[in-house]
């Protein structure tokens, strides 16, 4: 059932996301036509241009705020992904027995597998759907956003700190802390997990690597509104998960001791 729901989720993302890739280098404007440009990406566009011209025409504010703005209005939803998946977690032994017991590969055994999970679920009042609902709101607003980035001209035409918003960061500086901050921010997610899996572990240094990867190649603005995500999701991921991440912690010293 687990891995039904991620290839759901997975496929949604990517029709998501090739919803638009096709046009990635084409300028957004009020004539780009298309309910993924018309809907999503040009009025995102449009906010960042609103925010850059209150804040002196500077599109580096601009991606900061707007980026902290999306973040926080989609905050609910994150939380309750959270707790859906703090949910399973504690629920992953009772799971792990059920799956001994009924360990048996025919046809009438895991159906009755399956009916215990299901009675287990009611159980604990947990729904295994809640966690992947969240995601898939989440994934067109990102990711048009993203796209905001990447199709707004007025963006490459200006520079932020030391770097110019349309060109990728001369000094590597924001790259690097792109993977840094999505290597904590993970770390941080997976902390009090007893039951993590060797899946799970790998994809805390696959992922950082990715973005590294994807963030020297890009404009430096979209690794910058990756930092400021990043960092947002760090101090979000604190604040919920504050007791587990310190137990985790205390936990793993005491081990090295």
């Known amino acids: 059932m687990k891995r039904r729901i991620l290839f759901i989720v997975g496929l949604i993302g990517i029709l998501t996301l090739l919803s638009g890739c096709t046009e990635v280098n084409v300028p957004i404007t009020s004539e780009s036509e298309g309910f993924w440009n018309s809907y999503i990406v040009y009025p995102l566009s449009q906010v960042i241009t609103y925010f850059a011209e209150i804040t002196g025409d500077n599109y580096g504010i601009s991606i900061v705020l707007v980026t902290l703005i999306i973040r926080l209005a989609i905050l609910p939803l994150m939380i309750k992904q959270m707790k859906s998946s703090k949910a399973m977690q504690a629920i992953q032994p009772e799971m792990q027995k059920l799956k001994e017991k009924y360990s048996s590969k025919d046809q009438q055994t895991q159906q009755k597998l399956q009916q215990e999970t299901m009675a287990l679920f ?136």
């Open 122 to 257: 009611q159980k604990h009042g947990v729904n295994p759907l809640a966690g992947c609902f969240p995601l898939i709101v989440q994934m067109p607003i990102l990711i048009g956003f993203y796209h905001a980035i990447m199709r707004t001209e007025e963006i490459a035409q200006h520079n932020f700190l030391w770097f110019d918003l349309g060109e990728r960061d001369p000094y590597f500086i924001l790259p690097l802390i792109a993977g840094l901050t999505t290597f904590i921010q993970q770390k941080m997610m997976m902390a009090g997990n007893a039951n993590q899996n060797p899946q799970m572990a790998m994809m805390l240094w696959i992922m950082p690597i990715m973005i590294i990867v994807f963030a020297i190649s890009f404009p430096a603005a979209l690794s910058l509104y990756w930092v400021v995500g990043n960092l947002f999701m760090i101090a979000q991921t604190y604040f919920i998960k504050g007791p587990e991440i310190k137990g985790a912690s205390a936990k793993d010293g005491g081990n090295k001791k």
